[in-house]
């Protein structure tokens, strides 16, 4: 072999042993990568092995009573109007409805009944409410009071 094919032959051996070093320097990392991140996955994770961080707070407020009794005050008072105007001979027994456009309310009144109790003139009734909170039967009387107004004497859920 020529002096400059041994040459050439030397340098190119040199060259293809640093390559294969930094392959082999390369290789090494990706191994010990993959082996870090297998170790890291070997215990698994499972929802069931999750728990709550107790150390985050929040606050809420309570919900108010008093929209929903407002609500329910306004639509008493319309179902009392309803019942106090009705005309229960001409009625025969068929429903009356409701509607309160203040709270988005309505329903409908039914056994609509009157008598005179200790001379005072009540009707006793049954009437449902459908609101944004779900609806409702109740059982209710209303009386005439003084100066031709009437009063509600009794309501309650059923």
Do not use: H, Y
Not at 29 to 55: H, K, M, N, P, Y
Not at 70 to 95: F, P
Not at 100 to 129: K, M
Request: hydrophobic fraction near 45%.
């Amino acid at each position: 072999m020529s002096r400059i094919a041994q040459l050439f032959d030397s340098r190119q051996w040199s060259l293809i042993a640093s390559a294969n070093a930094q392959v082999a320097v390369k290789a090494a990392a990706i191994v010990l990568v993959a082996l870090l991140l297998a170790a890291c996955g070997a215990g698994g994770f499972s929802l069931e092995q999750a728990e709550v961080d107790r150390t985050i707070l929040t606050s809420s407020t309570p919900a108010s009573a008093l929209p929903i009794d407002q609500d329910r005050a306004s639509d008493q008072a319309t179902i009392r109007n309803a019942v106090s105007s009705a005309d229960i001979q001409e009625l025969g027994g068929q429903a009356v409805p409701w509607a309160n456009s203040d709270t988005g309310s309505r329903g409908s009144i039914t056994e609509l009944a009157e008598s005179r109790d200790n001379g005072q003139l009540c009707r006793r009734f049954t009437a449902s409410r459908e609101s944004f909170d779900g609806v409702a039967l109740f059982k209710g009387e209303a009386c005439l009071a003084g100066a031709g107004a009437w009063r509600m004497q009794d309501f309650k859920a059923l």
